[in-house]
């Protein structure tokens, strides 16, 4: 039998009040856990193959668990029901899932290429210009840094997103589509990019390099940092030293993203060796990232794409001098 229960507001208001009355009666238990979330592209890839985590979280008996994602929406949504505690995406994603008033907070942020987005079309394609996209079916998966990287891209040619056919697609959905000649183009990101180079069939319309920089972000459950600020911290130093490590050593990060993410190492070389990737380009969230983002997310909804403006400075967490700030 399952038994609800629900609390009015005033019981709530009690309740708070008691807690206040008695100091600790609802601090939560030390973290016994920790569940990320990652994908092929970010280096968590490099932090889950060398045990980083692991290592740095050892001697606090807590246990590390992992899940793949294909892109950063399903991963957030995840993050924001309480089902990871801490993960990466691109730009996009903390965005949609900021508007959709979930419950996740910025902890850090990185820097990859500006080469590492891109709108492909098939060889023998008869669109040759950003142009050429007029009236053509592009699959982008919404909610990504492929949307975003959509827009940018068409803007240079005067165009917007009604000015196509905005295809939904996540990544191994467009491959096929892309294979079956179903859509004119496809808007993606390394590691996929990378990969879509070593096919034959495959050509660069345009990639992103120019445009802006293509910061990422690490966001974690808001309860979760509220519950564990030290432990968060300490995350983000971790990843920082994986990156600096990983940039120091690319031929061992080059094996170690391939073993851990299946991928070939001349794919992994590729997208970890584009102008202007550096894996230590990782920290916490400063105000050239929230400017930056904050630009994002006016973007979006001044398209009418998300429903409300954000303040993205509002939804920040960076740690105090005690947590090793």
Do not use: C
């Not at 295809?167 to 993606?188: S, V």
């Amino acid at each position: 039998m399952t038994i609800k229960t629900t609390f009015s507001r005033r019981a709530a208001l009690g309740l708070g009040l008691a807690a206040l009355a008695t100091p600790g009666l609802l601090r939560a238990a030390p973290a016994r856990e920790l569940r990320v979330g990652w994908q092929k592209g970010g280096i968590l890839g490099l932090v889950k193959g060398s045990q980083a985590f692991e290592q740095a979280l050892a001697d606090k008996g807590i246990r590390v668990s992992w899940s793949e994602f294909t892109s950063g929406p399903p991963l957030l949504e995840a993050l924001s029901a309480n089902a990871l505690d801490f993960g990466y995406t691109g730009n996009v994603p903390p965005i949609f899932a900021h508007a959709a008033r979930g419950n996740l907070l910025f902890v850090g942020a990185g820097q990859g290429s500006r080469e590492g987005h891109a709108i492909l079309v098939p060889k023998d394609s008869p669109i040759q210009s950003i142009a050429d996209l007029k009236g053509q079916k592009v699959a982008f998966k919404r909610g990504s840094s492929a949307h975003y990287a959509t827009i940018r891209l068409l803007g240079t040619a005067g165009l917007t997103l009604d000015d196509i056919k905005p295809q939904d697609l996540a990544p191994p959905d467009a491959i096929a589509a892309f294979d079956a000649g179903a859509i004119g183009a496809w808007t993606i990101w390394d590691p996929y990019f990378a990969a879509a180079q070593e096919r034959p069939n495959t050509r660069v319309l345009s990639t992103t390099e120019g445009l802006e920089p293509d910061y990422n972000f690490y966001s974690a459950n808001g309860d979760y940092v509220r519950d564990n600020p030290e432990l968060v911290a300490t995350l983000v130093k971790t990843v920082q030293q994986a990156g600096a490590k990983g940039q120091a050593d690319l031929p061992g990060t080059v094996a170690t993203f391939a073993r851990e993410t299946g991928l070939s190492q001349p794919v992994v070389q590729r997208f970890l060796t584009r102008k202007g990737s550096d894996l230590g380009l990782i920290g916490f969230v400063e105000p050239k990232h929230v400017a930056y983002e904050q630009g994002v997310a006016d973007t979006f909804h001044d398209l009418g794409i998300i429903p409300r403006k954000l303040d993205i400075a509002s939804v920040v967490w960076t740690p105090t001098a005690s947590q090793g700030a």
